[in-house]
């Protein structure tokens, strides 16, 4: 009896922690505006023959197609035009039948919502009838790969900024916490939301933000370089301003992290105790590649 007691208060205390632990990671990150998500365009190349041990194989003599698949897992709308697939890898003058190596989205791709569950998607086509024109002796390995560069925002929405020029005052809420929030989903996303003072009457807000994927971010009218990583970023009020290290609507995210500071440009007027509403939206173009194995094997004469 004594034994079973003691599973049973085991079991209740590792319970209490567990739920404690579930609380704490999620206090502040809110459902209702968003879905909420960690990826953009989700890009992947269409089969280039029949599966063998893995690896898509055709023999020499054949053709066969080369397909992008995009897929937007995420919550901004693409439109025709916003995304860039670039072939990489093989020679061009080692394969015959195909114009461009280069191709853009031509139509609409929808974000994930609750009535498209799994986003639109787009397949890019550079070739139907692709054929490899050199010789094979015995079997051959070609490495494709697909840069992908598309332009994508992501959406913050704090629904509750405490607005109060006396913070002696307990009643309504408080100033100098952390903020519940809302983030939509893309590879650019939203860690924490703190209030706190930066003067008398002076609300700010600290917007923590990270590079959840494995590619690149610049700004939207920029190039990719590998000694920047840049987004831009704009607040729907404008009795704000934010700044990212000293520049205005413009972070730089190092090891992929990097934080906001948005503060009132104006003190707040005597006896202000209110709540608002406040949306920051992060634009920038994003960049990553895949990888697809073609096997070309040598035909029987």
Same mark, same amino acid.
């Given at each position: 009896?004594?034994?079973?007691?003691?599973?049973?208060?085991?079991?209740?205390?590792?319970?209490?922690?567990?739920?404690?632990?579930?609380?704490?990671?999620? %206090?502040?990150?809110?459902?209702?505006?968003?879905?909420?998500?960690?990826?953009?365009? =989700?890009?992947? $190349?269409?089969? $280039?023959?029949?599966?063998?041990?893995?690896?898509?194989?055709?023999?020499?003599?054949?053709?066969?197609? =080369?397909?992008?698949?995009?897929?937007?897992?995420?919550?901004?709308?693409?439109?025709?035009?916003?995304?860039?697939?670039?072939?990489?890898?093989?020679? %061009?003058?080692? $394969?015959?039948?195909?114009?461009?190596?280069?191709?853009?989205?031509?139509?609409?791709?929808?974000?994930?919502?609750?009535?498209?569950?799994?986003?639109?998607?787009?397949?890019?086509?550079?070739?139907?009838?692709?054929?490899?024109? @050199?010789?094979?002796?015995?079997?051959?390995?070609?490495?494709?790969?697909?840069?992908?560069?598309?332009?994508?925002?992501?959406?913050?929405?704090?629904?509750? =900024?405490?607005?109060?020029?006396?913070?002696?005052?307990?009643?309504?809420?408080?100033?100098? !916490?952390?903020?519940?929030?809302?983030?939509?989903?893309?590879?650019?996303?939203?860690?924490?939301?703190?209030?706190?003072?930066?003067?008398?009457?002076?609300?700010?807000?600290?917007?923590?933000?990270?590079?959840? @994927?494995?590619?690149?971010?610049?700004?939207?009218?920029?190039?990719?370089?590998?000694?920047?990583?840049?987004?831009?970023?704009?607040?729907?009020?404008?009795?704000?301003?934010?700044?990212?290290?000293?520049?205005?609507?413009?972070?730089?995210?190092?090891?992929?992290?990097?934080?906001?500071?948005?503060?009132?440009?104006?003190?707040?007027?005597?006896?202000?105790? !209110?709540?608002?509403?406040?949306?920051?939206?992060?634009?920038?173009?994003?960049?990553?590649?895949?990888?697809?194995?073609?096997?070309?094997?040598?035909?029987?004469?």
């Amino acid at each position: 009896m004594k034994s079973t007691i003691l599973v049973m208060s085991v079991l209740v205390v590792l319970s209490l922690v567990l739920t404690s632990c579930s609380t704490e990671e999620t %206090q502040t990150q809110i459902a209702g505006a968003f879905i909420g998500g960690t990826q953009g365009i =989700v890009a992947e $190349f269409e089969p $280039f023959g029949v599966e063998e041990e893995g690896v898509s194989a055709i023999f020499d003599t054949e053709t066969f197609l =080369v397909e992008v698949t995009l897929r937007n897992k995420g919550e901004y709308e693409i439109q025709p035009g916003d995304i860039i697939v670039k072939l990489l890898g093989p020679s %061009q003058s080692e $394969f015959g039948g195909i114009a461009d190596w280069e191709l853009q989205n031509s139509g609409i791709i929808e974000r994930i919502s609750e009535l498209v569950t799994s986003g639109g998607e787009e397949t890019i086509s550079f070739a139907d009838n692709a054929q490899y024109e @050199g010789d094979v002796n015995g079997l051959l390995d070609r490495e494709w790969f697909a840069n992908v560069e598309y332009k994508y925002n992501t959406f913050l929405v704090v629904p509750e =900024v405490c607005l109060k020029e006396d913070l002696t005052d307990e009643r309504v809420c408080d100033v100098k !916490e952390d903020k519940h929030y809302s983030s939509s989903g893309g590879p650019i996303t939203v860690t924490s939301v703190t209030e706190d003072t930066a003067g008398k009457g002076i609300i700010a807000l600290k917007i923590k933000i990270k590079n959840a @994927g494995i590619g690149k971010v610049t700004m939207p009218t920029e190039e990719f370089s590998s000694r920047k990583n840049t987004l831009s970023f704009s607040l729907d009020d404008p009795a704000w301003e934010c700044k990212s290290g000293g520049k205005i609507n413009e972070a730089r995210l190092v090891d992929g992290e990097a934080e906001i500071l948005c503060k009132l440009l104006e003190p707040l007027s005597e006896g202000t105790l !209110e709540t608002k509403k406040v949306k920051l939206t992060m634009d920038y173009k994003y960049r990553d590649i895949i990888q697809e194995t073609l096997r070309i094997k040598e035909s029987a004469e």
